[in-house]
């Protein structure tokens, strides 16, 4: 089976601007940045997305962001904004799981908003309770 992208750079077939490794997680610069210092931290195990993540490789991917996140803000004094995209309706686009860190400035032009849509009538109660059936 072909690797992916991801699964290239962790095995240094493809090269890429790393900030950080361990044994379950890589982290290292996004190839066309949100805001410049965009990283990706990516778990070593492929799996498509963070419903096949198991837990001890979700718990070390956190982590890891964590302390990007620090870095980042210590770094550039910036805030940040932590994202996974799961899913192609959700804008993924490289197949293998990854939380992306984007620091954020003051005045920077990045939009990560959505507009806000009202609940009709029993709605809200409905759309709780259709998903605590599977909870
Ligand atoms: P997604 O939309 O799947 O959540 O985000 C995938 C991200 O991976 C994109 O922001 C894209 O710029 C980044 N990316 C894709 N291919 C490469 C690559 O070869 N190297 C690096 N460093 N980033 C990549
Ligand atoms: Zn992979």
New binding site residues.
Partial sequence: MEEC??C??INGK?P??KVYEDDKVIS???????NKG?C?VVPKKHTQNMMEMDDEDLAATIHAAKKIAKALSLSFGAGFNM???NGKE??????HS?V?IIPRFQKDRLRIKWSHLKYEGNEMKEYADKIKKFI
């Fill in positions: 992208v991801f290239r750079i493809v890429a601007e290292f610069l996004d190839i066309m940045p949100a965009h990706l994202v996974m995209n959700a804008g993924q686009v490289v197949g990854h992306h």
